[in-house]
């Protein structure tokens, strides 16, 4: 089993910047893509980013290619989500999660095993 701890939401204006936080425990993450998603009220879960196992290839939603930049460091177990330029529509509940397959590379909610309590992001305008 993996346990997953996001950290590092907050209240933000339009334009300024945040530093998400993923804490993986329980087992080694290094050989499985890890996830960033996020859900506003009254809409779907949706993919934000994805990193692969090595951290050597990241995939980005459009809304946020650009803007955000996600990275990992598997020696301490944690992802990372830099989100820069910050829009109102960024505001949604963000989730990390886990791939419990091995070398699979997926943008789905349904391809992702483990998921964090999420943390919320709020950028005003």
């Known amino acids: 089993q993996v346990q997953l701890v996001e950290s590092g939401g907050g209240l933000v204006q339009a334009g300024g910047s945040l530093r998400l936080s993923c804490a993986a425990s329980g087992r080694t993450v290094s050989s499985y893509t890890m996830g960033w998603f996020r859900q506003a009220p009254g809409k779907e879960r949706e993919f934000v980013a994805l990193?692969?196992?090595?951290?050597?290839?990241?995939v980005y939603a459009d809304s946020v290619k650009g803007r955000f930049t996600i990275s990992r460091d598997n020696a301490k177990n944690t992802m990372y989500l830099q989100m820069n330029s910050l829009k109102p529509e960024d505001t949604a509940v963000y989730y990390c999660?886990?791939?419990?397959?091995?070398?699979?590379?997926?943008?789905?909610?349904?391809?992702?095993?483990?998921w964090g309590q999420g943390t919320q992001v709020t950028v005003s305008s």
């Open positions: 999660a886990v791939d419990g397959t091995p070398r699979r590379v997926g943008v789905r909610t349904y391809e992702y095993n483990y």
């Open positions: 990193i692969t196992w090595s951290g050597g290839s990241t």
